[in-house]
């Protein structure tokens, strides 16, 4: 369904036109001249179409034309034009008409006209917001999941098991474990695999971007929407939509997912029509499934959809001896962007590894690896061209056990890891950040929800 504007003198071609749109589930709005249909524009965001006659009084189509282009050059027109007028309707197309239809023509034709320019926008749309889409996606690396550990080829096994299935799934795991990466590895061994895999991280959005970046939104949506905006549910159709860092989205973004997760269906910011999704949902967050379930800032019945299938992830810390592998492997990624004439890693290097906790996890492994590919001077990496991997540095748990609820405990438990996190980082927050395999942007908000103080 578009929204049409018509702009036409002559009363019964105008009125014969609405009628002709609305039987087929159009919406309308006319104007019996140019100066009138330019008046409607102004206070009309979401127009998709204007159907504009050539010779009106006192200002004509091309008049019209022009000023669209120039006021909002999203709208397409179509140009009506008499018989035998090509050379001017030509010059309509050069200043930016879409096509242009001669009079007298037949309402099946004009029909038929209309509905064709509708799926060429739309077309258009969809694959300008892809483009948008991949650009950003193009900017990130992805690397393989790695590990031969018993809790790595039981993640192996879960994998298997939930891919051929549409159910939704729920990744937990500490930050760096590779949440991302199973959700992928789950997308491409399903049968979803040929179609879209797309990527939300939650908590990287700014609050009240969510909706817009989920659902899409309509032209005049809100400040700066000047142009209709497909979702990632949209472009995520009949793929795998993986929705990251979950636990950050605020109530009113949770009741719109319970919807979709119910309904199947979505409706843009701003719109009124109901959009079905195909679509399967992988979820993550770096929080306890009960740590999730109990706490005050997530809905209860949006836990229980979403917790379908429960796949939690082993930290680093419980699986060392996937750490040579991953080291290697590392090595082997990152020699050629360091420029690097290392050939591996000293013995004393690898059990300093082995011994560390990794609160940032294989992520934090791999930050570790480059820093040291770009210092080390020698042949292979020692314990000197590592940082300072201190065990006790890295065990941020509460040394006394915390009175109160689970959540309390988890709560107090994420206070400290924040604090030493910032410590070893010197204060820098960024540093910090990457230490805790997080984005900027959550550790900002987290210490801001503890009040801790930089």
């Known amino acids: 369904m578009a929204k049409i504007l018509i702009i036409d003198d002559h009363d ?30 102004e206070g009309q965001d979401d127009v998709d179409l204007i159907v504009a006659d050539l010779k009106m009084e006192p200002v004509d189509g091309m ?13 397409d027109v179509l140009i009506i034009t008499a018989y035998g007028s090509v050379e001017i309707a030509v010059e309509a197309m050069k200043a930016g008409a879409v096509d242009f239809i001669e009079k007298p023509f037949r309402s099946e034709a004009f029909a038929a006209r209309v509905e064709s320019l509708l799926r060429a926008r739309a077309e258009r749309e969809r694959l300008r917001d892809e483009n948008i889409y991949l650009r950003g996606e193009l900017d990130r690396e992805y690397g393989e999941i790695l590990g031969r550990s018993p809790a790595m080829k039981e993640i192996y096994t879960w994998i298997g098991r939930v891919a051929q299935s549409d159910s939704t799934l729920m990744i937990y795991g500490e930050s760096g474990t590779g949440k991302e990466l199973v959700a992928r590895a789950i997308h491409l061994a399903s049968p979803r695999a040929s179609a879209p895999f797309i990527r939300v991280n939650c908590g990287a959005l700014p609050e009240g971007i969510l909706d817009s970046e989920l659902f899409g939104h309509e032209r005049g949506a809100f400040t700066g929407a000047e142009r209709r905006r497909r979702g990632r549910f949209e472009l995520a159709e009949g793929g795998t939509l993986f929705l990251d860092e979950i636990a950050t989205i605020r109530p009113e973004t949770q009741v719109r997912l319970l919807r979709v997760l119910q309904e199947r269906e979505i409706e843009r910011v701003g719109g009124e029509e109901t959009i079905p999704v195909d679509v399967r949902i992988i979820a993550a967050t770096n929080r306890s499934p009960e740590a999730l379930k109990l706490s005050d800032d997530f809905r209860e019945d949006l836990f229980y959809r979403l917790h379908v299938v429960p796949i939690v992830l082993p930290p680093l810390r419980e699986r060392t001896e996937d750490i040579p592998l991953l080291a290697a492997h590392f090595i082997d990624k990152l020699k050629a962007r360091t420029r690097s004439r290392l050939t591996g890693i000293s013995d004393e290097a690898m059990a300093a ?55 309390e405990s988890v709560e107090a438990y994420e206070r400290e890891l924040l604090r030493r996190s910032l410590v070893h980082a010197r204060g ?9 395999g997080i984005p900027p942007a959550t550790l900002h908000y987290k210490l801001q929800k503890y009040g801790i103080d930089t």
């Open 353 to 407: 590894l082995e011994v560390y906790d990794w609160p940032g996890n294989v992520r934090e492994l791999e930050n570790v690896i480059e820093r040291a590919l770009v210092l080390a001077r020698g042949a292979v990496i020692t314990p000197a061209d590592l940082p300072a991997l201190s065990p006790a540095a890295a065990r941020p748990l509460p040394t006394e056990p915390v009175e109160g609820t689970l959540q």
């Open 12 to 41: 019964s071609m105008r009125e014969g036109l609405e009628l002709l749109l609305r039987r087929r589930g159009h919406r309308t709005l006319s104007a019996c001249n140019g100066a009138e249909g330019l008046e409607i524009l």
């Open 63 to 75: 008049e019209v034309l022009r000023a669209v282009r120039e006021r909002a050059p999203g709208i």
């Open 428 to 436: 820098v927050k960024a540093e910090a950040a990457r230490l805790l």
